[in-house]
């Protein structure tokens, strides 16, 4: 397990704040010269970490200002965050002007989510508000299937949501059920977003993965959103190429006998559905030649997209088709076809996904034929992303030393 992180300075704050949480007694008896002053030409600063108890008059004053300058500050403050609210953990850096006799210049305000208040003291003491800079972190997590896919992420501390993602992207290469016995190498990239202290914020995107059975190699490569397109390498060979009909959704429903929410009798679902928000665009999961769209029956306003080779994908109660969208048009894996609707007999919007072989559903999630996809080869873009990732992991995890 290992991160990849840029530097953004969070890491050097860290003992900065540990140190100012242990000195801040002693801190107000020597406001002159901050304990942890840095003093090489940029502002020297210091920290307080509120504790039980501390209000904001009683850190400024620890800080050692003025009454005058306290009183300033906290009108300042009070235009953009409630002081009643200060709670301990929360730190206040004050940056002191390197030359002159201590003069301050800021104050940096922790609040909640990662934002600051920064408060300014110049002629006029001013105050806004900094929301937090959200950094993009790719992250890495390498180890071996070890009882399910959704047990194995969690122990290495990957976002188990992906536990959905595999089986739907690997369907028809890999029975997770069947193929995998455990012990499995498996690894993976996501990007995250994190708040400057540390906060975890936003989607986790997929990026790559790799997963390794005893006679071969699986890679995914996914595009930068997520949502347009993941291309699939079996032994290094593309073999798919495809996309998710709708992301950030949820699996509400599986293929095969259920008690129908509409007419609570056992019928055959045909497919599978995703609760998502009306509206959401609905995108083509792998390239082919729209041979229907209109409405059809309980299923609402549907596309059908022939990929040739007998298969064909459906997509049901649409709220609405994609402007540009016709019969006979091609598509691509990830071209938007429609917005998720609860057209047709729905209790509620959601996309309900099919796949067809010679007229027949079959569980999208592991039907064996292979959707055809003429647009699989890679191009400039995919061989640099996949060199990217393998150099990440240049040996077969197999043959490396994992934790
Ligand atoms: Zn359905």
Same mark, same amino acid.
């Given at each position: #397990?290992?991160?990849? /992180?840029?530097?953004?300075?969070?890491? &050097?704050?860290?003992?900065?704040?540990?140190?100012?949480?242990?000195?801040?007694?002693?801190?107000?008896?020597?406001?002159?010269? @901050?304990?942890?002053?840095?003093? &090489?030409?940029?502002?020297?600063?210091?920290?307080?970490?509120?504790?039980?108890?501390?209000?904001? +008059?009683?850190?400024?004053?620890?800080?050692?200002?003025?009454?005058?300058?306290?009183? +300033?500050?906290?009108?300042?403050? *009070?235009?953009?965050?409630?002081?009643?609210?200060?709670?301990?953990?929360?730190?206040?850096?004050?940056?002191?002007?390197?030359?002159?006799?201590?003069?301050?210049?800021?104050?940096? #305000?922790?609040?909640?989510?990662?934002?600051?208040?920064?408060?300014?003291?110049?002629?006029?003491?001013?105050?806004?508000?900094?929301?937090?800079?959200?950094?993009?972190?790719?992250?890495?997590?390498?180890?071996?299937?070890?009882?399910?896919?959704?047990?194995?992420?969690?122990?290495?501390?990957?976002?188990?949501?992906?536990? !959905?993602?595999? %089986?739907? #992207?690997?369907?028809?290469?890999?029975?997770?059920?069947?193929?995998?016995?455990?012990?499995?190498?498996?690894?993976?990239?996501?990007?995250?977003?994190?708040?400057?202290?540390?906060?975890?914020?936003?989607?986790?995107?997929?990026?790559?993965?790799?997963?390794?059975?005893?006679?071969?190699?699986?890679?995914?490569?996914?595009?930068?959103?997520?949502?347009?397109?993941?291309?699939?390498?079996?032994?290094?060979?593309? !073999?798919?190429?495809?996309?998710? %009909?709708?992301?950030?959704?949820?699996?509400?429903?599986?293929?095969?006998?259920?008690?129908? @929410?509409?007419?609570?009798?056992?019928?055959?679902?045909?497919?599978?559905?995703?609760?998502?928000?009306?509206?959401?665009?609905? /995108?083509?999961?792998?390239?082919?030649?729209?041979?229907?769209?209109?409405?059809?029956?309980?299923?609402?306003?549907?596309?059908?997209?022939?990929?040739?080779?007998?298969?064909?994908?459906?997509?049901? &109660?649409?709220?609405?088709?994609?402007?540009?969208?016709?019969?006979? $048009?091609?598509?691509?894996?990830?071209?938007?076809?429609?917005?998720?609707?609860?057209?047709?007999?729905?209790?509620? %919007?959601?996309?309900?996904?099919? !796949?067809?072989? =010679?007229?027949?559903?079959?569980?999208?999630?592991?039907?064996?034929? *292979?959707?055809?996809?003429? =647009?699989?080869?890679?191009?400039? =873009?995919?061989?640099?992303?996949?060199?990217?990732? $393998?150099?990440?992991?240049?040996?077969?995890?197999?043959?490396?030393? #994992?934790?």
């Amino acid at each position: #397990m290992a991160n990849i /992180r840029k530097n953004t300075g969070a890491t &050097h704050l860290l003992p900065l704040l540990l140190a100012a949480a242990l000195t801040t007694k002693a801190l107000a008896s020597q406001s002159e010269v @901050p304990a942890d002053a840095e003093t &090489h030409g940029s502002p020297a600063t210091n920290t307080l970490t509120v504790s039980a108890g501390d209000t904001l +008059e009683s850190l400024l004053d620890q800080a050692g200002l003025s009454p005058e300058l306290r009183r +300033e500050a906290t009108l300042a403050i *009070e235009a953009h965050y409630d002081v009643t609210k200060l709670s301990p953990g929360q730190t206040l850096r004050f940056y002191w002007h390197p030359f002159s006799s201590p003069r301050l210049e800021r104050i940096e #305000m922790t609040v909640e989510g990662g934002a600051k208040i920064a408060i300014d003291f110049s002629d006029t003491v001013t105050a806004r508000r900094l929301e937090p800079e959200l950094e993009n972190y790719d992250r890495t997590a390498i180890g071996r299937i070890d009882g399910s896919l959704y047990d194995t992420l969690a122990k290495l501390d990957a976002p188990q949501r992906f536990a !959905v993602d595999l %089986p739907e #992207m690997l369907g028809n290469l890999v029975a997770f059920n069947r193929d995998l016995r455990g012990g499995e190498p498996i690894a993976l990239v996501w990007r995250e977003q994190q708040s400057p202290d540390g906060v975890r914020m936003g989607d986790q995107l997929l990026r790559y993965v790799r997963l390794e059975l005893t006679d071969r190699v699986l890679e995914i490569v996914l595009d930068a959103d997520e949502a347009t397109a993941a291309l699939i390498y079996q032994n290094g060979k593309p !073999v798919r190429r495809l996309a998710k %009909p709708v992301t950030g959704a949820r699996l509400s429903s599986v293929f095969g006998k259920r008690l129908h @929410p509409v007419f609570g009798t056992m019928r055959m679902h045909t497919g599978v559905d995703y609760a998502a928000s009306r509206g959401t665009p609905v /995108r083509a999961t792998s390239s082919g030649r729209i041979a229907f769209m209109g409405r059809l029956r309980g299923y609402g306003r549907v596309v059908d997209i022939d990929h040739g080779n007998g298969t064909i994908t459906r997509y049901a &109660h649409l709220a609405g088709f994609a402007a540009e969208l016709a019969t006979g $048009r091609s598509v691509i894996a990830g071209s938007v076809i429609g917005r998720v609707g609860a057209s047709g007999t729905a209790t509620g %919007p959601n996309l309900h996904y099919e !796949v067809r072989l =010679d007229g027949q559903p079959v569980d999208p999630l592991s039907s064996s034929r *292979e959707i055809a996809s003429k =647009d699989r080869q890679p191009n400039d =873009d995919d061989r640099n992303k996949l060199q990217t990732y $393998r150099f990440l992991f240049p040996t077969l995890l197999a043959d490396s030393e #994992m934790g």
